[in-house]
C-alpha cells in the first residue's frame, strides 16, 4: 500500500506494486553485471571458447528484458475512492485501460480468504456484492493484504455509522 487518505466523507486509497529498484540502481545493477560478463567472457574468448562470450551477453540481455517488464508491469495500480456516496474501485492497466467496478458502501463485503498452504498466511483479497466478486490487491504481500482488509472493513464501518 503506497497512499492512504481518510477525511470525513472522502476516502481514497492508491495500490501500487513494488517495483524491484529504483531507475539508479537498476543503472548500477546493469553496468556491474555487464562488466562481470564482459570481463569472465573475455577469459572464455581468449581460451578459444567463443561460444561462451555470446552466452554471457546473452544473459545481459535477458537480465534487461526482465527488468523491463518488471518496471512495465509496476506501472498498473488500483484506486479505492469513495464518489458520491459509492465505493469505486478503479484497476489501471500498464497500458492505461481502466476498469472500474462500483460497490455501494453498505452491501459490499470485504472477504480475505485463507491461504491454502499456511492458514495463517492471508490469502486472496476480494470485494464482494450482490453477485459480483472483485479481486484486489493481488499484487500485494499477503501482510499488506491483510492490512488493507482491516483497513477497508474499519472505513466501511466507520463510513456505514457516520451514513446511519
Not at 534487461?64 to 474501485?89: C, H, I, S, T
Request: hydrophobic share 50%.
Amino acid at each position: 500500500m503506497t497512499e492512504a487518505t481518510t477525511l470525513p466523507q472522502d476516502f481514497q486509497l492508491v495500490l501500487r506494486p513494488n517495483v524491484s529498484l529504483s531507475r539508479d540502481g537498476f543503472i548500477v545493477l546493469m553496468v556491474v553485471f555487464a562488466a562481470i560478463c564482459l570481463v569472465a567472457g573475455g577469459f572464455f574468448l581468449a581460451l578459444g571458447a567463443w561460444p561462451v562470450f555470446g552466452f554471457f551477453g546473452l544473459d545481459i540481455l535477458l537480465l534487461y528484458l526482465a527488468f523491463r517488464v518488471n518496471y512495465r508491469r509496476a506501472r498498473r495500480y488500483e484506486m479505492l475512492e469513495m464518489r458520491d456516496g459509492r465505493l469505486v474501485l478503479s484497476k489501471v492497466a500498464a497500458t492505461g485501460k481502466v476498469r472500474d467496478w462500483v460497490f455501494d458502501p453498505y452491501w459490499v463485503r470485504v472477504r480475505l480468504e485463507q491461504n491454502r498452504v499456511d492458514p495463517a498466511i492471508p490469502g486472496d483479497l476480494f470485494l464482494a456484492s450482490h453477485g459480483q466478486k472483485v479481486a484486489l490487491g493481488s499484487f500485494l504481500a499477503p501482510a499488506e493484504r491483510g492490512s488493507l482488509a482491516a483497513t477497508l472493513e474499519h472505513t466501511l464501518a466507520d463510513f456505514r455509522t457516520r451514513r446511519a
